[in-house]
């Protein structure tokens, strides 16, 4: 595994930590292949029954690494282990909790629409900012998003780039709790042990059932990579680029 990324097995329950603090959890190629690998064994394991997703207190995720992401935009795709990693969260079978102990930005929100159970510290954002870059959103979230919160509040979060306080979230549908931030991890791993103690059985087809969607989830991750890669290419996105790195120095 990625040193940035510890797995450790509770136990009927995987938590799956995101630990780059010094960069707010941004995630980089072999982070994404780490949290891949570390649902994959999930999968294939009769005694973990519950995935935990976790960052850090102050910082779920601040999105893609933004070198790897200039590298993604020169290169004009996607790289590999991004396009696994989202079609790991849109495959996966077990049932995912997510602890999220502040910032949540690009990805780190948009994963989120992947969680079966949701945990956020009162003092939480969820932020969206793809098109100031002239891209577009990813991770099925033009499909998940307006089925969660509806399409007016997903056309300001994802195309308005509007941000999300915490509260907002869970009156929107996508968080179910919100707590103080130094209890994020433990409330989340409360809910995380009583999905566990469930039948698992019944609790696989029920959330095949409530989901009842992953064909077209699949076909929308690969319509946003499409049309993803040709946005990159676009003189808009060039242009918000160089705008982009000039601010940057």
């Known amino acids: 595994m990625s040193d940035s990324i510890v797995v450790t097995d509770d136990g009927a329950v995987r938590v799956i930590r995101m630990n780059r603090p010094e960069k707010k959890n941004a995630l980089t190629q072999p982070m994404y292949a780490a949290m891949t690998r570390a649902m994959r064994d999930a999968e294939a394991s009769e ?47 077990k049932p995912l909790v997510a602890a999220v102990g502040g910032l949540a930005v690009g990805i780190g929100t948009t994963l989120l629409f992947h969680c079966d159970h949701i945990v956020a510290a009162a003092d939480a954002t969820f932020t969206t900012p793809f098109l100031k870059l002239a891209l577009i959103p ?56 009583e999905i566990a103690a469930l039948p698992a059985g019944a609790v696989a ?39 982009f790195l000039s601010r940057k120095k």
């Not at 519950?50 to 993604?72: K, N, P, T, Y």
């Not at 089925?147 to 300001?156: I, L, Q, W």
């Not at 992953?214 to 049309?227: G, K, N, S, Y």
């Open 138 to 193: 990813e991770a099925a979230s033009s499909l998940l998003a307006p089925m969660r919160m509806g399409y007016a509040r997903a056309f300001e979060m994802l195309v308005m780039g509007h941000p999300l306080s915490a509260e907002q979230a869970r009156e929107a549908g996508i968080v179910n709790k919100v707590v103080d931030g130094a209890a994020v991890d433990a409330v989340a791993l409360q809910a995380a042990r």
């Open 47 to 93: 005694a973990i029954r519950c995935l935990v997703l976790a960052g850090g207190q102050g910082a779920f995720c601040a999105g893609a690494d933004i070198g790897e992401f200039l590298e993604s935009a020169q290169s004009g795709g996607l790289r590999p282990h991004t396009l696994e990693f989202l079609k790991a969260l849109a495959h996966n079978q």
């Open 205 to 243: 087809v029920s959330r095949r059932l409530l989901r009842g969607h992953l064909d077209a989830v699949v076909r929308q991750i690969d319509t946003e990579v499409m049309h993803f890669k040709d946005r990159l290419q676009s003189d808009e996105a060039r242009a918000a680029f160089a705008a």
